[in-house]
C-alpha cells in the first residue's frame, strides 16, 4: 500500500478517535455545568419561596391561631 494512503487512512481513523474523545470529554463537562447550574436554581427557587410564599403563609396561619384563640376566650 502507498504511503500517502496510508497516512490519508491514518489521518481518518485519527480524526474519527479524536471526535468520540472530544465528545465524551464535552458531554462529562456539559453535565457538571447543569448539575451546578441546577443546584444554583433551586437555591434560589427555594429563597424565594421561602421568603414570598411561606413566611407570609406561616404568619397568616399564626394570626388565624391567635384569632381564634381570642374568639374562644370570648364563648
Do not use: H
Request: charged share 25%; net charge positive.
Amino acid at each position: 500500500m502507498p504511503l500517502p494512503t496510508i497516512l490519508a487512512i491514518g489521518g481518518l481513523l485519527a480524526g474519527i478517535v479524536l471526535s468520540v474523545v472530544s465528545q465524551l470529554i464535552i458531554g462529562a463537562t456539559a453535565r457538571a455545568a447543569a448539575r451546578k447550574a441546577r443546584k444554583s436554581l433551586e437555591a434560589a427557587v427555594r429563597e424565594v419561596a421561602v421568603d414570598k410564599v411561606v413566611a407570609p403563609a406561616e404568619a397568616e396561619v399564626e394570626r388565624y391561631a391567635k384569632a381564634r384563640k381570642a374568639l374562644d376566650r370570648l364563648i
